[in-house]
């Protein structure tokens, strides 16, 4: 199929969705059932959930005897029966996290088949240990919420950490309705992602970044700053390739010793020279920013800030985000 795609239009990369393999099932859909029988997309379905049947909970194949926190009612819930029987003879219970995986290597198998000296772009959304040789990921169905907007960055450094090197959150939200503040303060965040993109669901209201005249001008400033770092970051990702450490990464991890930066999850180093320190409250025009002992430059005045281990105010309008070089470090830009 691949195959047959690409003789007609020869694409530079694959976005391989829903892949868990996802499903508008309970399960199993039935088999033996003609095509005109699928189910109902479930936005179609107005409020109504798709119903549930009876679950056999002496089936430790569908019930598992042990807490895996799943906040649907049982683990086939919209994906493959755990009892379905591949023909090798194994349960999908067992091999259930490796249909991705596979999908992916295979995916890869044929782009680097049919172009040998060109690394190829896959972006995937089912994932599982390894996945990061194979495929970029971005974080999956988030909410246009300022509490998934926090979120994002602690997705974005779990995944770094995984050996996922290139992954993003949904630019201002997949479910539901984002709002122009919230959007502005999303891209002004997700400029700087390894993986950045704005997307949301069928039938939320649009929003591209040119909507709102705001959005489009932080868009432009926050942009403007990652298409200047394209270097850098190419930088980054060779070095994170060598050693393994993450191009978006926390505090933490540059400073181990300072006990403040354990725990924050409101900042984004990329790589070892750039700090990030977005807004993420509704309202909020400045911003309280930890900067570790050291000497910071503004990227944009270049006007020093002397770190002390300490929280700095930061000044931040709307259509403005505080992006910090770090003294001593070297880091190529392009105009």
Known sequence: ELK???????IDGMWIDMNEASSFCTGSCGSGKPEDEAPVYPWLLGSAEPPHRKINTTDLFLVPPYAIHNPLPEISDKTI???????????????????????????RDFLLQRRPDERPFLLSRSTFSGSGA???????????????LHL????????????????GADICGFNGNTTEELCARWIELGAFYPFSRDHNAIDM???????????????????????????????????????????????????????????????????????ISPVLQKGAVSVDAFFPSG?????????????????ITLDAPLEHVNVHIRGGKIVPIQP
């Open 295 to 311: 000497r910071w430059y503004d990227w944009y005045t270049y006007v020093e800030v002397a770190g002390s281990d300490a929280n």
């Open 4 to 10: 047959q795609y690409f003789d007609q239009l020869a």
């Open 205 to 275: 209201l649009p929003q591209e970044l040119y909507r709102w005249d705001s959005v489009a001008e932080a868009s432009r400033r926050a942009l403007a700053v990652r298409y200047s770092l394209l270097p850098y970051l190419y930088t980054m990702y060779q070095h994170s390739v060598e050693v393994g450490w993450p191009v978006a990464r926390p505090l933490v991890f540059e400073f181990p010793s300072i006990s403040a930066v354990v725990d924050n999850d409101r900042q984004m180093l990329i790589g070892d020279g750039i700090l």
């Open 81 to 107: 029966e755990t009892t379905a029987v591949h023909s090798n003879g194994v349960i999908e219970y067992h091999v259930h996290n490796l249909y991705g995986y596979m999908e992916s290597k295979a995916t």
């Open 152 to 167: 994002s960055i602690a997705s974005v450094f779990d995944f770094g950490i995984f050996g996922i090197p290139m992954v």
């Open 134 to 148: 194979l495929v970029n990921h971005w974080t999956g169905d988030n909410a246009a919420t300022w509490q998934d």
